[in-house]
C-alpha cells in the first residue's frame, strides 16, 4: 500500500504546483458576484451540481454562467423567488440555455432543493451556520433526516463533492472537513484502477466502498480523502499523460 500512497502524493503534488497540466475546473467559469447577496452566490454553487449526473461539466457550468447573466432568468437563483413558485413557472428559464436538460425531472429536482433549504434555514449560508459549519451535522441531515428534500444533491457522489466546493468557492470554514469521502465519478475510477487502489474487476462496486478503500491508502499521508479529487479527476481525464 506504500507504494500506492506514494504515487498518490506525487500526484497530488503534482496538481498542486502545475505540472499535471490543464487544472481549470469546470467550476471556474462562474460569473462576479458583485452586487448580488451570498445567498445568490451559494445557490449558484448547489442548485446546478444536483443535475450534473452523465454529463459534461464544462457545459452545465456553462449553461448556469448564462442563466446567471440572463436578467431575465437568474432568479433561479433566488431560493426564496423559486419556491414562491411552482415547477411550471421556472420550467422555461431553466431549459433556456440547457442548465436543464429534462423538462420535468430536473425541473423537480431543482424546486425541491431549493424548497428543502429555504424551510430548514432560508437561504444556504444560514444552512451551515445552522449546522455550525460541521461536515457530520450537515451529513446527517442532507444524507438521511432529510435526504428526499435533496434529490441527486445528497448522493454520495454528489454531497461530498459539493461540500468541497462550498469550501473552495464559498469559502466555507467546514469543520471535520477530513471526514469528506472522495466522490468516484468515472475519471476518479479510472483513475484509481491505474493507481492500483481497485482493481478493473471491482470498478462496479459502491461509490460508498471505493470511497472506504481511498481512505485506507491515504492513511496517514495528511492529504485528505476530498483532496485527491482533483487530481484523479484531471489525471483521468488526461488519460494519463503524467506519468507517476
Partial sequence: MGSIQSKCLNLYKAYLDGTLGNIVMPEDAHPSFEGYSLSTKFAYFTL???LNYQRNSYKLWEAATKTFLDKDTNYVFD????SEKNEDSIRDD???YRLALQSNKHINTWYRISEGFSSLAKDIPNFF???EDDVLKIR???QKERKKSFPYLSGPKIFNYWLYIMERYCEV???NRDF???APDTHVIQ???KLGVIQNTEKEMSREKISGIWREVLKGSGVSPIDMHSPLWFWGRSKFEYQV
Fill in 48 to 50: 446546478p451540481m444536483s
Fill in 79 to 82: 431560493l426564496l423567488k423559486v
Fill in 94 to 96: 431553466l431549459l433556456r
Fill in 129 to 131: 451556520k445552522t449546522y
Fill in 140 to 142: 446527517e441531515v442532507i
Fill in 173 to 175: 470554514p467546514l469543520r
Fill in 180 to 182: 469528506i469521502e472522495i
Fill in 191 to 193: 483513475a484509481s484502477i
